[in-house]
């Protein structure tokens, strides 16, 4: 989970990682969802954790 501010609700949605995934694959010419499922690599090369923390602020 990131950080959380005061300000802001926070939402674990790892139950939801299956889904998110599966989205993501669908956009294989811009990144790879890497074989554990806890990983992209975006076409650059660059490499980053999939996020399933969400964290919502007022306005």
Known sequence: MLDPAAD???LD???RRAV???AL???RSQLTVTG???HLVHS???HEAI???IGL???
């Open 8 to 10: 802001a609700e926070w």
């Open 13 to 15: 949605l790892e139950a």
């Open 20 to 22: 998110t995934t599966a």
């Open 25 to 27: 694959r669908c956009y």
């Open 36 to 38: 554990d499922g806890l």
């Open 44 to 46: 650059g090369g660059q």
């Open 51 to 53: 996020t399933t923390s």
């Open 57 to 59: 602020r007022a306005r």
